[in-house]
């Protein structure tokens, strides 16, 4: 059931294809059992996993299949122990603190200042595998700081913050200290930058390792933790912040990231190419993306917009031809999406399609949605990049406040996948509602996550069904008209939200008092009784 095939390995054998997701959910039968506790946090990059499997059967169930993947792909001499990292702390009148209080990752993202922009000039260096660079942050500070963190997991050489020298401390694998010479005041602009370097293979959070490498192909991209591994940051959702992106490489091999390209070969070196890629709009840390390897590229412009496709040379020739007509699909598809939810938030458009075996499917990387080879290369894949570029406006631009909000993303992305196969002569959205309540009516541990509070443990598990499901419901309750113009306005409001946001929004477009609803689909640990006030009859 999951993505993952759980006796494969990474590189070009790639495993059982995700079902059918145009398939009806499967017979009771074949249902799995109750959800199994799996570990924390890797799942959640994982869980990604489920896109499209998820259009078929729960995700509880395919977690731990990929958690023995993960397993597998550890390499035991170089393990770092799990370390807890520093006491948490949102910080205290004049310091910041190591994490923004995220109730599921409270050691992530750092309290007291707010990223603006990200200027990351790394050189990757294949033959020792070594990482480094220099990253400028330019920030805004919410209080006095006479001290602040950076996520980031490789060794720090220098940090300077508005061009003074600053001493760090790492705390933990995930933070970095930072006093700089002289405080910082409370809101005020200022810039640091950190020098750093190392092998970001050589480094655990616990077992999870967002950085994946396949021969001479390394990838960073993954969900809710990712960018400490190339980037120091503060590495949450709540900030949003724009970024340029140059990486020097040996020639012969392409640096993909996010945005437009400015330029493959920036510093006109001999031997080297340096690739510079510059986002004007903001994305969130978990949105960023760094891969370096031998990529076939299409460049050109599509509906007035620059688009950049990218699929690894592992795949075979056949193969990258599936893939990069797969990736055609995608200015249609923004199109569609354009006519319910308005103006495309972001100027340009692409793909990414590494040669990893990825333990998801697809992942919002910000403009250039990173897809599994297995999905690209198997036939038609519309319906998951209509799921990750709804994620532009759903979880980009509109981003979360928490990650006990990741309702608001996947439950539109994945609705929008529903909404698309019927606007294009497939199943319908009710239909899908029906048979999926159906098949899960009498299995309780699907009911018990709640969307409100899935918990960290289970924070992907079920919103790829009870996401779309709701708004379905919530559709044939409020009706097309009111339903898609919350929609649009959700959409364009772009920022930092949270679900109880949109459930007033919710209110105030419809006129209607939902909390009944509300009750019934996001808060209860039961499935909504079959009535039309739960639109379910
Ligand atoms: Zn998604």
Redesign the pocket.
């Known amino acids: 059931m999951s993505s993952a095939d759980p006796a494969g390995r990474p590189g070009r054998t790639f495993g059982r294809p995700p079902a059918d997701p145009q398939l009806p959910p499967p017979p009771l039968a074949e249902l799995p059992g109750p959800p199994r506790r799996v570990r924390p946090s890797t799942i959640v990059i994982i869980s990604?996993v489920?896109?499209m499997v998820a259009s078929v059967v729960a995700i509880p169930y395919a977690t731990p299949v990929v958690d023995r993947w993960l397993q597998q792909q550890r390499p035991p001499d170089r393990t770092v122990p799990h370390d807890p990292g520093p006491p948490v702390s949102t910080g205290s009148d004049d310091r910041g603190g190591p994490g923004v209080g995220d109730p599921y990752y409270p050691d992530y993202g750092s309290s007291g200042y707010n990223a603006l922009k990200y200027t990351i000039n790394l050189n990757w260096s294949p033959d020792d595998q070594v990482l480094s660079g220099t990253t400028r942050i330019d920030a805004r500070s919410d209080q006095l700081l006479r001290s602040f963190y950076v996520d980031l997991v490789l060794p720090v050489t220098r940090v300077t913050v508005n061009d003074r020298p600053a001493r760090f401390n790492r705390e933990g694998i995930y933070d970095v200290r930072i006093t700089p010479s002289q405080a910082i005041p409370a809101h005020t602009r200022f810039h640091l930058t950190v020098s750093y370097g190392g092998d970001p293979a050589d480094y655990r959070n616990g077992n999870i390792t967002p950085w994946l490498v396949t021969d001479d192909e390394v990838t960073a991209a993954s969900e809710p933790e990712g960018s400490a591994w190339w980037y120091p940051a503060n590495d949450h959702p709540s900030d949003p912040a724009t970024y340029d992106v140059s990486v020097r490489v040996p020639a012969g091999l392409q640096a993909i990231s996010n945005g437009r390209l400015v330029s493959k070969d920036s510093r006109n070196e001999p031997g080297f190419d340096t690739w510079h890629w510059a986002t004007d709009r903001t994305m969130a840390t978990y949105q960023s993306l760094l891969s370096i390897g031998r990529y076939e590229i299409k460049q050109g412009t599509a509906n007035g917009r620059p688009y950049v496709y990218a699929v690894s040379e592992q795949l075979s020739a056949g193969e990258r031809a599936r893939a990069f007509a797969n990736l055609e699909l995608t200015p249609k598809i923004i199109s569609d999406e354009e006519g319910i939810y308005g103006p495309y938030p972001y100027h340009e458009i692409g793909g990414l399609v590494p040669g990893h075996r990825l333990w998801y499917d697809?992942?919002?990387t910000a403009t250039r949605p990173v897809y599994a080879a297995r999905d690209m290369t198997r036939g038609n894949a519309a319906g998951l990049l209509t799921?990750?570029l709804?994620?532009m406006w759903f979880?980009d631009h509109v981003t979360l406040q928490e990650w006990d909000d990741i309702f608001i993303?996947?439950a539109y992305?994945?609705f929008t996948a529903w909404w698309h196969a019927e606007k294009t002569g497939g199943r319908s959205a009710d239909d899908r509602l029906h048979k999926t309540y159906d098949a899960y009516a009498n299995q309780p541990g699907f009911w018990q996550i709640s969307m409100i509070d899935p918990g960290r443990d289970h924070l992907f598990d079920a919103v790829?069904l009870r996401g779309p499901m709701t708004l379905q419901a919530l559709r044939r309750v409020i009706g097309d008209d009111a339903f898609f113009q919350l929609a649009r306005r959700w959409a364009q409001r772009g920022g930092v939200h949270s679900l109880e946001d949109w459930m007033r929004m919710a209110e105030t477009v419809s006129g209607k008092n939902l909390d009944h609803f509300f009750r019934a689909w996001l808060y209860g640990p039961t499935a909504p009784a079959r009535t039309a006030a739960n639109g379910l009859a």
């Open positions: 990604l489920v896109i697809g992942l919002e799921h990750e709804a994620h979880g993303s996947e992305a994945s790829y």
